[in-house]
Structure formats: structure tokens, C-alpha cells
């Protein structure tokens, strides 16, 4: 069932949802989410049948605020407070050791944990009221089929799950990719290091942290959204360089064979649906999302996408197009 996020009343039964054990589709200003309480292994595991993910592939757990996330942690180290301090609540998610017995399902099994304080108005009502019934904790991954597109509205997630699931309405999505996730966890061995590029660029990231990251290596712990292959649409997705891009497609052109062939670009191009790509990174980001999904509903066969710039700003957007196009092999 469909709720509006701003209903009080509706808050209220999303928070008595989740205290039973049950899921929610939870609004978020990255994406929506798929929420349920994170401190019961039963809930959690509602979201991986749900979604059809690995039970070891690792859920962000949404609290409140920083006070929320010291039960998770057998300890929190420096760098994650300066992050929380410079970035909470807000699209940027920390993983840190986790203390033992505590969210062992929603962590995959892993050793520690990745904690996230959203800024959405409507996910923080229901935060803070499944609280006052004693739920502290909130696993809630973007709320899609494994390894498809991100939902950032409402109906995308009704799409996805049909109305049985209680969805609370609260808009498109702000930023409209998920977090960034920064790996704090194994500061005596190595720094943190971005898991996962997001909204928040890799400098202002460094500048909260005071040093530089470090490059992701083989002993990083697992986090969400970092598979080769994921943010798929049904389509078939390409990632061309502008040049490519063009080329093939005047190629397909005068062949005869657009048919089906959409293009999310920035330039104008010859095509069967073409989609103007902003040339924002924020706006872009914003919209992504719900232009593949889109362009899946229009009967897109293939979806051609024009690679973002390599400015760093656009370093979240590059992430999702690329992981979508190695979702499809020639």
C-alpha cells in the first residue's frame, strides 16, 4: 500500500511495521529504500528473499545519528567521527568493526558494519519513531530486485513489489544514486578507503578526514553496490565515448537499425528515443535512475549512454553507468 510520507498517522504505521518484524519501503535522499529492523535476523532476512541477495552480501543499517551507531561498533575509529561529524545525516556511509552478536545478519556475517544516518525528512520521522518502540536499528538496502535499477520514486518501488508492501511516499529522490561508502575499519593496517563513490566527491571526503584515502585492496570488506555487475536496466546498456558513440550510431543509421535503440547523451544524437543527459554531475545523478527505468517501460531494446566527463565530480555517475553496461556482454 501506498502511504504519504508526511501523514503523521502514516509515520506512525511504518514505525509499528517495522517493530513486527515486517518491511518497509522507505524514502530516502539517495534512493529508496528496502527497510527492516536490523537487531532481527528473521526481518533481515525477509529483504534477501525480497530481493533476491546473496545472504553474505552486506546491508547498510540506517540510524538516526552518531549516538545510534556506538551500540554497532566494538569501536569507532577517528576517521569515521570526523566523516559522521562532517557529513551526517547525509548520503555517506562508514563501515566499521562491528561488535560481536550485534546485527549479525544485516552484516552479512562480516566483522563489521556499515552505518549510515540518512537526511530525509520522512526516513528520519520513522527512524526516530520505530525508536521510541524500541527499534534502534534499520537494515535498509535500495529497495529493487537484486542487481537492477535503483528506485527513486515511490512507484518504483510498487513496481518492484507490488502493493502489498507498505511504501511511504516521500518524492524523487534528492541525490538519486546511493551513498558513498568509506571503509574506516582497519585503521592500525590500512586507511580509510572509498568503497563506493556517491554524491560526496573523493576531495571533500579527504578534506573532513584531514589525509588522503587509500585504494580499495583484496582484504577491503565486502559493501553494497560494489559487484562488477549491477544498476542493470532490462535493456541492453552501452557505455561509448562521445566519438564512439557517434559514429555507431550515424553507422546504425544508415543501415536502418535504430529501431529500439535509445540514447541518454548530452549531445543531440540520431536514435529510436534520445534522452538529453545533463551536463551537471548532481543533475545527473539526480535523474539517472528514472531515465533507465523509463527508457526500460518505452520498450527500449538497448540503451546507448554517452560516457560522463572524467571530472571527479562526476565519479558516481561513471560508477553506476559502468557496473549497468557490465551487466550485458556482446
Given at each position: 500500500m501506498l502511504l504519504p510520507g508526511h501523514d503523521p498517522e502514516a509515520v506512525r504505521a511504518a514505525a509499528r511495521r517495522l517493530a513486527d518484524g515486517e518491511l518497509l519501503g522507505l524514502p530516502t535522499e539517495t534512493v529508496y529504500g528496502l527497510a527492516a529492523r536490523a537487531d532481527g535476523d528473521e526481518a533481515v532476512a525477509k529483504i534477501f528473499a525480497a530481493k533476491g541477495r546473496p545472504s553474505d552480501h552486506p546491508l547498510i543499517v540506517h540510524v538516526l545519528d552518531a549516538r545510534g551507531a556506538e551500540p554497532f561498533a566494538g569501536h569507532l575509529p577517528a576517521t569515521a567521527r570526523r566523516l559522521m561529524d562532517a557529513f551526517w545525516p547525509g548520503p555517506l556511509t562508514v563501515i566499521v568493526p562491528r561488535k560481536a552478536g550485534v546485527a549479525d545478519a544485516a552484516a552479512g556475517g562480516q566483522a563489521t558494519v556499515a552505518l549510515r544516518s540518512p537526511a530525509h525528512p520522512v526516513a528520519r520521522a520513522v527512524l526516530a519513531a520505530a525508536r521510541e518502540l524500541g527499534v534502534n536499528r534499520v537494515a535498509a538496502p535500495s529497495a529493487h530486485r537484486f542487481g537492477r535499477v535503483s528506485?527513486?520514486?515511490?512507484?518504483?518501488?510498487?513496481?518492484?513489489?507490488?502493493?502489498?508492501?507498505?511504501?511511504?511516499?516521500?518524492?524523487?529522490?534528492?541525490?538519486?544514486?546511493?551513498?558513498?561508502?568509506?571503509?574506516?575499519?582497519?585503521?592500525?593496517?590500512?586507511?580509510?578507503?572509498?568503497?563506493?563513490?556517491?554524491?560526496?566527491?573523493?576531495?571533500?571526503?579527504?578534506?573532513?578526514?584531514?589525509?588522503?584515502?587509500?585504494?580499495?585492496?583484496?582484504?577491503?570488506?565486502?559493501?553494497?553496490?560494489?559487484?562488477?555487475?549491477?544498476?542493470?536496466?532490462?535493456?541492453?546498456?552501452?557505455?561509448?565515448?562521445?566519438?564512439?558513440?557517434?559514429?555507431?550510431?550515424?553507422?546504425?543509421?544508415?543501415?536502418?537499425?535504430?529501431?529500439?535503440?535509445?540514447?541518454?547523451?548530452?549531445?543531440?544524437?540520431?536514435?529510436?528515443?534520445?534522452?538529453?543527459?545533463?551536463?551537471?554531475?548532481?543533475?545527473?545523478?539526480?535523474?539517472?535512475?528514472?531515465?533507465?527505468?523509463?527508457?526500460?517501460?518505452?520498450?527500449?531494446?538497448?540503451?546507448?549512454?554517452?560516457?560522463?566527463?572524467?571530472?571527479?565530480?562526476?565519479?558516481g555517475v561513471r560508477d553506476r553507468l559502468s557496473r549497468a553496461a557490465a551487466a550485458f556482454t556482446d
Open positions: 528506485p527513486t520514486l515511490a512507484r518504483h518501488v510498487v513496481e518492484e513489489f507490488g502493493p502489498e508492501l507498505m511504501v511511504l511516499d516521500g518524492g524523487a529522490c534528492e541525490v538519486g544514486i546511493e551513498s558513498s561508502i568509506v571503509d574506516c575499519s582497519r585503521s592500525d593496517s590500512h586507511g580509510p578507503a572509498l568503497l563506493r563513490p556517491g554524491l560526496i566527491s573523493r576531495a571533500a571526503i579527504e578534506a573532513a578526514l584531514g589525509e588522503p584515502l587509500a585504494e580499495p585492496d583484496a582484504a577491503a570488506p565486502k559493501a553494497s553496490g560494489t559487484l562488477a555487475a549491477h544498476y542493470a536496466p532490462s535493456a541492453h546498456l552501452r557505455l561509448l565515448a562521445s566519438e564512439a558513440l557517434a559514429l555507431r550510431l550515424a553507422t546504425l543509421a544508415a543501415s536502418g537499425g535504430l529501431e529500439g535503440v535509445a540514447v541518454y547523451s548530452r549531445a543531440q544524437l540520431p536514435a529510436w528515443r534520445w534522452q538529453p543527459q545533463p551536463g551537471d554531475p548532481a543533475a545527473a545523478a539526480h535523474e539517472l535512475f528514472a531515465v533507465l527505468r523509463a527508457l526500460d517501460a518505452a520498450g527500449a531494446r538497448e540503451i546507448w549512454v554517452e560516457a560522463p566527463p572524467g571530472d571527479p565530480a562526476w565519479d
